[in-house]
Nanobody, 124 residues
């Protein structure tokens, strides 16, 4: 069993930055895959980025490359999502998820455990 708790969301002006955190607890192995997804009102959950818990296997949604960065700190059992140059279209609830395999996936249905989400609102 894995528990995930996101934090760091909030209201930010367009062009600003936020860093989201995902604190993980439970049985997580180095080959597990961690992912960030987001869901805007009335839209499907969308892939943002993924990283292997032990490092490597970094992938980003093509549209977010260069603005978003995923990283992990195993000593703190935490995965981060640094978001820069935010725009109103980035407004969404952001979710952290874990997949019990080393194979990266951009499909939400492939992930086994989810956090409760953190709201990010970007004002114009």
């Amino acid at each position: 069993q894995v528990q995930l708790v996101e934090s760091g969301g909030g209201l930010v002006q367009s062009g600003g930055s936020l860093r989201l955190s995902c604190a993980a607890s439970g049985h997580i192995f180095s080959y597990y895959t961690m992912g960030w997804f987001r869901q805007a009102p009335g839209k499907e959950r969308e892939f943002v980025a993924t990283i292997r818990w032990g490092g490597g296997n970094l992938y980003y949604a093509e549209s977010l490359k260069g603005r978003f960065t995923i990283a992990r700190d195993n000593a703190k059992n935490t995965v981060y999502l640094q978001m820069n140059s935010l725009i109103p279209e980035d407004t969404a609830v952001y979710y952290c998820a874990v997949r019990g395999t080393s194979a990266a996936s951009m499909r939400a249905g492939d992930y086994d455990y989810w956090g409760q989400g953190t709201q990010v609102t970007v004002s114009s």
